[in-house]
Nanobody, 116 residues
Framework: QVQLVESGGGLVQPGGSLRLSCAASISIFSFNALGWYRQAPGKEREMVAVLNRDSSTNYADSVKGRFTISRDNAKNTVYLQMNSLKPEDTAVYYC??????????WGQGTQVTVSS
C-alpha cells in the first residue's frame, strides 16, 4: 500500500511563505509524475503544480512565479515552496502521485490558510 504523507501547512499572513512536504512510502522513481493539488471550500480540486519524471514542470497560471515544486530523491519527498502567498491560496493541499495504468495516489491533505 503506497502512502503519501503531507506536512507543512498552517496559518500564514499575506505575503508570507510556506513549504509543504510530501513523503512517499516507496521510491519516488516509481512514479511518472508527482504533483500538488488544492481544494478551497465550495470549489473543485485543481492542479497547482506537477513535476514529471523527466523533470519538466507544470504550474497553474495563478501560482506561476510564486510556487516551486521540487523533489529529493534520497528522501522520497516532493516539496512545494509557496512564496508571496495570497488569501486566495487558502485551501487544503493534496499530494498526488501518478503511475501508469493505475489510479493515482493521494495524500490526506494539509490545510493552508492565508489570513491577516
Amino acid at each position: 500500500q503506497v502512502q503519501l504523507v503531507e506536512s507543512g501547512g498552517g496559518l500564514v499572513q499575506p505575503g508570507g511563505s510556506l513549504r509543504l512536504s510530501c513523503a512517499a512510502s516507496i521510491s519516488i522513481f516509481s512514479f511518472n509524475a508527482l504533483g500538488w493539488y488544492r481544494q478551497a471550500p465550495g470549489k473543485e480540486r485543481e492542479m497547482v503544480a506537477v513535476l514529471n519524471r523527466d523533470s519538466s514542470t507544470n504550474y497553474a497560471d495563478s501560482v506561476k512565479g510564486r510556487f516551486t515544486i521540487s523533489r529529493d530523491n534520497a528522501k522520497n519527498t516532493v516539496y512545494l515552496q509557496m512564496n508571496s502567498l495570497k488569501p486566495e491560496d487558502t485551501a487544503v493541499y493534496y499530494c498526488n502521485a501518478k503511475v501508469v495504468y493505475l489510479p493515482p495516489y493521494w495524500g490526506q491533505g494539509t490545510q493552508v490558510t492565508v489570513s491577516s
